[in-house]
T-cell receptor, first 113, second 117 residues
Framework: NAGVTQTPKFQVLKTGQSMTLQCAQD?????MYWYRQDPGMGLRLIYY???????DKGEVPNGYNVSRLNKREFSLRLESAAPSQTSVYFC????????????FGPGTRLTVL | AQSVAQPEDQVNVAEGNPLTVKCTYS??????LFWYVQYPNRGLQFLLK??????LVKGSYGFEAEFNKSQTSFHLKKPSALVSDSALYFC???????????????FGQGTTLQVKP
């Protein structure tokens, strides 16, 4: 099992460019999440998908969109990148329900110039 | 609103000594608490969780955590630290959004653990 995979690992964008971060999991999890990690701020939830076909905003959704393509895949799109979106992005997945831990991908380090 | 705080940015301990990484929480309702570890340039790894029951929870790599309801704390502990335990540690609490299907978490800001030989 690969667990949670993310592509790309690194990306540099210019302000105003767009890109899509890809995430896939092979654990048959229903729920998937996108976080951003900034120094001293922990992880903040951008969007999540409780199950296939549903997506909801998290704490910091502005400037992002998501697509739950199927049960395995959950992508994050930046339509017009801004320097404030420079961050490390993590995808995670979990079983449904309130008690289950999340499994994290290796992250994408994004720099917006 | 749910929240979690890690009062120490960094904890320094000598190898072989016991370690404690502190976490306090604020929740409405029952607390569901988690600890994760992040090694440099890696994703987060799950260590342990408290859902209900015994206040002392055992987890991976010899770590344990003590749930204290009266002090609203969930401190991470290990009896004997290793240099390889040096990493960034996150405490998290489940976000009670009213939906039983979501496992949304609220994370603390993280504590860097430095274990010196």
């Amino acid at each position: 099992n690969a667990g949670v995979t993310q592509t790309p690992k690194f990306q540099v964008l210019k302000t105003g460019q767009s890109m899509t971060l890809q995430c896939a999991q092979d654990m048959n999890h229903n729920s998937m999440y996108w976080y951003r990690q900034d120094p001293g701020m922990g992880l903040r939830l951008i969007y999540y998908s409780a199950s296939e076909g549903t997506t909801d905003k998290g704490e910091v959704p502005n400037g992002y969109n998501v697509s739950r393509l199927n049960k395995r895949e959950f992508s994050l799109r930046l339509e017009s990148a801004a320097p404030s979106q420079t961050s490390v992005y993590f995808c995670a997945s979990s079983l449904s329900g309130r008690y289950n831990e999340q499994f994290f991908g290796p992250g994408t380090r994004l720099t917006v110039l | 609103a749910q929240s979690v705080a890690q009062p120490e940015d960094q904890v320094n301990v000598a190898e072989g000594n016991p370690l404690t990484v502190k976490c306090t929480y604020s929740v409405s309702g029952n607390p569901y608490l988690f600890w994760y570890v992040q090694y440099p340039n890696r994703g987060l790894q799950f260590l342990l969780k408290y859902i209900t029951g015994d206040n002392l929870v055992k987890g991976s790599y010899g770590f344990e955590a003590e749930f204290n309801k009266s002090q609203t704390s969930f401190h991470l502990k290990k009896p004997s630290a290793l240099v390889s335990d040096s990493a960034l540690y996150f405490c998290a609490v489940r976000d009670a959004d009213g939906s039983s299907n979501t496992g949304k978490l609220i994370f603390g800001q993280g504590t860097t653990l430095q274990v010196k030989p």
